[in-house]
């Protein structure tokens, strides 16, 4: 199984900005211990940050047929692009989305997203321990896949 782990805009300089919000681990941390759990896990795993939002979208576009789920952090493109948000749709992969801060908690015009619609599920809140569950989440949902793909190919067969 591969996941990619696209990371929006400003990621990249996590443990420099607003540490009160988001913490002081850099995003090179956060993938290292990703990595690990995927180690663990027998997953492979692919990174990629940008701050430009047709970069995410094409990064989007390239895991069709190349991976089996993607975890995302859009950031701020999150609550304003409706482009990531049609190409989390058109993927038709599972889709986690993942945010550092409570959203929901914070300035009126970041408590809506527009991407999380289209997602799997969505992780915002617990900081950097949001991608370690957003990876736990993905490792069900693929392996919840894979069963009921087993299951359909069993009663094909039959």
Known sequence: MKVVVIQGPNL??????EQ?????????????????????????IEFFQSNLEGEIVDRIQECIGDAQGIIINPAAYSH???????AISAAQLPVIEVHLSNIHAREEFRRHSMTAEVCSGVIAGVGPFGYHLAMVGMTQ???????????QAQAQAQ
């Open 20 to 44: 009160h919000i988001y913490g002081p681990m850099k995003l090179e941390q956060i993938h290292e211990q990703m990595k690990s759990f995927a180690q663990q896990s027998n997953i492979e």
């Open 12 to 17: 990249n300089m996590l443990g420099m900005r």
């Open 80 to 86: 304003t692009s409706i482009a990531i948000r049609d």
């Open 141 to 151: 949902i693929m392996g919840e896949l894979e069963a009921s793909q087993k299951a």
